[in-house]
């Protein structure tokens, strides 16, 4: 073989190896994948920018090393007990030590932080500094002189254990109402799906959502599932109540839209269910739909829904149902637009 049919081979070879040896950059797929699991299983704790219950996490891929990082995710309580001064320092700030991550696939949390380091590049995000105390460096945190202790004591007693429903343990009884029909029980909401009915220190089921609804969803965070009930004020005679809860997003129509470039994860509907017989210990009846919101993310959903207590017949506010919803994770996304504009359902009630 000539040296000039040698060079000839040898140079588109060696420019393929060099461009292989050079694109270490994660593909789409990666990053979309990152993407996903971040939103299902971080964002309830973390945004990229913005404190929650954990530390922002856009930025950490430039300080901690990504080996580092996949261990800790991993193993959290063993960062947390040895010397390491970030993660002794994070414990003290968040009061928190993360759940573990073992569970999941190595490289589901490589996809996690692959995810990470895209969008500190993408949105230029500097690493949090873990010394500093606060954001709000200068501001007591205090707006009003703080509580003087009363002399009222509290006693807490155990009416009755509900049993622990599903696979997460991040849901669980938000709401309890008084029976509508002045008999004496209660009405707890597990997010799980089901309503239970108190009495006499006994639990039983009042309904499952579960049973009711195909695509109900719970899980995989704290803003899904079953947000909260409540009954209409006539309910003794009308027989009706109201639920908010999720469902999985398979393409149904919405009234409120996030856009047609964001993809919604689960969707939040408000539904009128009117029992046969208001006297009923366990529903049976109808239900009419009658809103449905998209969910940018699993965070930040339609939590509570009710009817102002204890008002006048007269009053405008009498009959009326409200209902909140957070802002729908937007602004961990980079969409807080969808959470401040008025005529949107996010951030709003
Ligand atoms: C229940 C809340 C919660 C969830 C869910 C959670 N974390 Fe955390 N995370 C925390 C808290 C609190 C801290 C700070 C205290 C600590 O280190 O445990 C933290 C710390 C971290 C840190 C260290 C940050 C730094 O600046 O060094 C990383 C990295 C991290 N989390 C990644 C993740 C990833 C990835 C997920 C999802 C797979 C996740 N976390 C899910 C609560 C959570």
């Keep these: 073989m000539s040296k000039r049919l040698l060079l000839t081979l040898a140079l588109p070879i060696?420019?393929?190896?060099a461009i292989i040896s050079c694109n270490s950059q994660p593909d789409e797929g990666t990053l979309s994948k990152g993407k996903d699991l971040f939103t299902k299983h971080c964002m309830s704790c973390h945004g990229l920018q913005d404190d929650g219950i954990g530390p922002p996490l856009g930025g950490v891929t430039s300080v901690v090393a990504e080996p580092q990082l996949i261990d800790f995710i991993k193993n959290p309580s063993k960062y947390i007990d040895s010397q390491d001064i970030r993660f002794s320092l994070l414990k003290q700030k968040y009061k928190l030590v993360m759940p573990p991550f073992e569970w999941l696939p190595e490289d589901d949390i490589s996809a996690i932080v692959a995810?990470?380091?895209?969008?500190?590049?993408?949105?230029?995000?500097?690493p949090l500094d873990v010394t500093q105390q606060s954001k709000e460096a200068g501001l007591s945190g205090q707006l009003v002189s703080a509580p003087q202790p009363s002399d009222i004591s509290i006693e807490l007693e155990e009416?009755?254990?509900?049993?622990?429903?599903?696979?997460?343990?991040?849901?669980?009884?938000v709401t309890l109402r008084s029976s509508p029909i002045g008999?004496?029980?209660m009405f707890a909401s597990d997010q799980h799906g089901v309503i239970y009915r108190i009495k006499d220190r006994k639990a039983t089921v009042f309904m499952d959502l579960r049973n009711e609804l195909p695509d109900f969803q719970s899980g995989p965070g704290i803003a899904t599932g079953l947000g909260s009930f409540d009954f209409h004020p006539h309910f003794r005679n009308n027989g009706l109540?109201?639920?908010?809860?999720?469902?999985?997003?398979?393409?149904?129509?919405?009234?409120y839209v996030v856009s047609d470039t964001l993809r919604s994860v689960a969707q939040?509907?408000?539904?009128?269910w009117k029992a046969n017989n208001p006297m009923?210990?366990?529903f049976s009846g109808i239900y009419r739909e009658l809103l449905r919101v998209h969910a940018p993310t699993f965070a930040h959903g339609m939590q509570d829904i009710g009817f102002i207590p204890g008002l006048e017949k007269n009053h405008p506010d009498y009959g009326m149902l409200y209902f909140g919803y957070g802002d729908g994770g937007s602004?961990?996304?980079?969409?807080?637009?969808?959470?401040?504009?008025?005529n949107r359902s996010w951030g709003a009630s």
């Design 115 to 126: 995810y990470l380091k895209q969008q500190t590049e993408l949105f230029d995000i500097p």
């Design 280 to 282: 009923d210990t366990v």
């Design 331 to 342: 602004n961990n996304i980079h969409h807080p637009e969808l959470g401040i504009t008025l």
């Design 241 to 255: 109540l109201y639920i908010s809860h999720a469902e999985a997003y398979k393409g149904q129509p919405a009234d």
């Design 14 to 17: 060696g420019f393929a190896l």
């Design 268 to 272: 939040w509907i408000v539904g009128e």
């Design 159 to 173: 009416v009755v254990q509900l049993p622990a429903l599903g696979e997460s343990s991040d849901l669980g009884v």
């Design 183 to 185: 008999d004496g029980a």
